[in-house]
């Protein structure tokens, strides 16, 4: 039993900086396509320099892999036209946080008022380009994000034109959210689909299924799976894959985050079989994500295999998710074209 995709893509990526980027970025170029990168490094990227700077430091730690990182500017409320037009051909998406809501964040936006918004969100509309929010509040974690639903709906509704991604969507109010707005989409990660908060905290704490927003209830999962697996338009994939050193998650004071780049397409393909919709994974890794932004690939054919395939203990100094354990498929080839 073989499988072959053609150019996955992974819509919301963690790829970091330094010696973390150089240990990390091939788990992610060899078997994608392409990602959408995020701008959330210290300090977060926020000009034209540091966005082409980052870029370029990503292309050398890829090395000569067949990958294109799709960048993303830090949102900033004060953005003007005449700035953003000098970025246009070099950005996929703006990624707005709310300020301290997840690792590196503190420079994101406090309050939600669409006119101190507006300069940017008018001219990001005017130019077509998308937006990705981290939807969540700082209300109780459990409903940090459902809280934050009434908020996608006030800027998809002040900007109808403007294409609005809820990020890594973990319940279902975000997944009904997105029937009620044309311009409102959504990423969901491979960890979202697979664990509830019970993998999380239910037995013994494991802090490598720790992360941001944290994974909810079992009719969550559901209502997420239901979209997933039909490869619903408005949805595609983002992994949300996002490395610590293993000391800063096997501490007292637990990073944020969950490492999939090197099994998530192993899993998915061993989900999405178990579900009887392996027809609908090209969308849901690629074909949804081309249509949302509009983009066309890299072309980049990757065969999985039904063959055991033992994940790792570590990569590099990260805990990968099933670190130790056997997953049913393996990436058998990898060719370009
Ligand atoms: C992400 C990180 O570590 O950068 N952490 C996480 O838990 N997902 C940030 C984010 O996407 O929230
Ligand atoms: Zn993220």
Do not use: W
Request: hydrophobic share 40%.
């Amino acid at each position: 039993m073989a499988l072959t995709l053609h150019s996955p893509l992974d819509m919301h990526l963690h790829l970091r900086d330094g010696e973390m980027l150089h240990n990390i970025a091939k788990e992610s170029a060899h078997t994608f396509a392409g990602a959408l990168v995020m701008p959330n490094l210290v300090p977060p990227v926020t000009d034209k320099a540091a966005l082409l700077a980052y870029k370029a430091r990503i292309l050398e730690a890829i090395g000569d892999e067949h990958f294109r990182p799709n960048m993303t500017l830090f949102f900033k409320p004060d953005y003007d036209r005449a700035f953003l037009e000098t970025l246009r051909e070099e950005i996929t998406a703006i990624k707005l946080y709310p300020a301290g809501i997840t690792t590196n964040s503190e420079g994101g936006v406090s309050g939600f008022d669409v006119e101190e918004l507006r300069p940017t969100l008018q001219a990001m509309s005017d130019l077509g380009i998308p937006l990705c929010i981290h939807g969540e509040t700082n209300g109780f974690v459990m409903d940090r994000e459902a809280e934050f639903v009434p908020i996608y709906e006030k800027l998809a509704k002040a900007f109808p034109k403007l294409k609005i991604i809820m990020e890594h969507i973990t319940t279902k109010e975000s997944v009904a959210a997105l029937e009620r707005f044309e311009n409102l989409y959504a990423t969901i990660t491979l960890h979202h689909l697979i664990i509830t908060l019970d993998d999380v905290a239910g037995g013994m704490l494991q802090p490598h299924l720790f992360c941001k927003p944290i994974a909810k209830r079992p009719e969550d999962r559901e209502a997420l799976l239901d979209v997933a697996l039909r490869a619903h338009p408005k949805v595609m994939f983002g992994s949300d894959s996002a490395p610590h050193p293993k000391h800063a998650k096997e501490a007292c004071g637990c990073a944020a985050g969950v490492f999939t780049a090197p099994i998530a397409l192993q899993v998915l393909t061993a989900l999405f079989e178990r579900h009887n919709a392996l027809e609908k994974l090209q969308d849901f890794v690629s074909g949804n994500a081309q249509k949302i932004y509009g983009i066309t690939p890299i072309p980049k054919r990757v065969t999985l295999s039904k063959e055991p395939f033992t994940v790792p203990a570590e990569y590099n100094g990260v805990v990968p998710m099933y670190a130790g354990e056997t997953l049913e498929y393996s990436i058998k080839e990898v060719t370009d074209g």
